[in-house]
């Protein structure tokens, strides 16, 4: 391995590349249409290998196979090297040539990253050191100076699990009349038929009933979701609605709409359901002339899901539980 810098060889970590991950890499480069794409495949790989190795020797849950790096279509057409952690979200691992002094992030990975961790690979592709991190990128050259210590890692990672809990909605507090800042009744959003016609479920939006009557008890709540610049200047409705069933179960169906003055969703608008791992559970997408878009099914208490809106490399997330 080549000497960077004595502050960087300070918190730098060198582990090896083993044979597998050699062995996997040059099979996901063989796949490639010509020897550039199968030379960033097979350094992005063995860097998500690599640091998927290091998070797991410090019991940190990761899943490279959930990663879009794994994903033979993406890996064809994007520069990714991400590393799915269930529950936190996707870890990008950038890796770095001997003698650079610059990291290269692609536009493609700086949204939807949780931090972004910088490996420098062996020539001989036996080792690779990890030199350290960031947690958001918003150019496409860093220089390494600006890298953090990996310890610092696993603080930021903590940090944003604490956050997604702090920031999960607890839908059995809609039953007994709570209700969370920027949640409020269907109808207060605005007298848009074409919603009141479509969740014509029940005459209120809380019935303050016995939360364990299961023929009675119901609460739905809504949300304005401001895209804003975000997702072509598109503002979108979320509407939830939870009651418990039997056996303790809980049913939760989820509607999205457009805003007050548009009919239709944009066309490609996605509703995601992910579960607490973070893998998708179910999904809807607005086609052409679609007024709203729905997901429904049954979770038990204290079970964690989020929900997605997007559309193509956008989205905004909302988290739950149950």
């Not at 592709?125 to 030199?131: G, T």
């Not at 960031?134 to 890298?147: G, K, M, Q």
């Not at 429904?296 to 490399?313: C, I, W």
Request: glycine fraction near 4%; aromatic fraction near 8%; charge should be negative.
């Amino acid at each position: 391995m080549t000497f960077i810098t004595s502050e960087l060889d300070n918190f730098a970590l060198t582990l090896p590349i083993t044979q597998l991950a050699r062995r996997t890499a040059q099979e996901f480069a063989q796949q490639q249409p010509t020897p550039a794409k199968a030379q960033q495949v097979l350094l992005n790989t063995l860097s998500v290998w690599v640091v998927n190795d290091y998070l797991e020797l410090i019991s940190i849950n990761a899943d490279k196979t959930l990663s879009d790096s794994w994903n033979a279509v993406i890996r064809l057409c994007a520069d990714v090297a991400d590393l799915k952690l269930p529950g936190v979200g996707r870890l990008e691992c950038r890796p770095l040539h001997l003698q650079q002094h610059m990291c290269y992030f692609p536009p493609e990975t700086w949204e939807e990253r949780v931090g972004y961790v910088v490996v420098q690979i062996d020539e001989s592709l036996q080792e690779a050191k990890l030199l350290g991190f960031v947690p958001s990128v918003a150019t496409e050259e860093l220089p390494l100076s600006e890298l953090q210590p990996l310890e610092y890692l696993i603080a930021h990672l903590e940090q944003i699990q604490q956050n997604q809990i702090m920031r999960a909605v607890n839908l059995r507090s809609w039953l007994s009349g709570k209700c969370e800042p920027g949640w409020q009744t269907v109808t207060s959003l605005g007298n848009a038929p074409y919603m009141r016609a479509a969740y014509a479920f029940r005459s209120s939006d809380t019935v303050p009933q016995n939360i364990f009557d299961q023929q009675e008890a119901f609460a739905r709540r809504a949300k304005l979701i401001d895209l804003g610049i975000k997702i072509a200047n598109q503002s979108v409705v979320l509407i939830v609605e939870v009651r418990p069933e039997v056996n303790q179960q809980t049913s939760v169906r989820l509607q999205l709409h457009p805003k007050n003055n548009e009919f239709y969703l944009l066309p490609g608008v996605q509703m995601t359901v992910l579960d607490e791992s973070e893998t998708v559970f179910l999904e809807a997408q607005a086609r052409s002339a679609d007024n709203y878009i729905q997901l429904q099914f049954q979770g038990e208490p204290g079970e964690r899901f989020s929900v997605k809106v997007s559309l193509n490399e956008l989205s905004i997330k909302e988290y739950f539980i149950i």
